[in-house]
């Protein structure tokens, strides 16, 4: 098992940036699926980026160039540095691991982004 612990969330104006981290309790080394979905009031949960073992990135087009996502195995914590906020990002953030022969999510961390 792993736990996924988020940090990060808060609110913001438009325009503005915030980073998100997703520390899990074990190593995240060699897990290929990792990274950030996000949910909003009254609408389906849908992903925002994930990143392989590799440090290959993949990005929600929403938020393409707006977001980056990174990873530090080292510290087991995975990141999402979000600029340039619309208030359209306003949601719930899920740090979602697939690895250790199932499917694992943080508890989530509001996003809330004024205009």
Known sequence: QVQLVESGGGLVQAGGSLRLSCA??????????????????????????????????????????RFTISRDNAKNTVYLQMNSLKPEDTAVYYCNLIGFGSNYWGQGTQVTVSS
């Not at 309790?25 to 609408?43: C, D, E, F, L, T």
């Open 24 to 65: 899990a309790s074990r190593s995240i080394i060699g897990i290929n699926h990792v990274g950030w979905y996000r949910q909003a009031p009254m609408k389906q949960r849908e992903l925002v980026a994930t990143i392989t073992s590799a440090g290959r990135p993949n990005y929600a087009d929403s938020v393409k160039g």
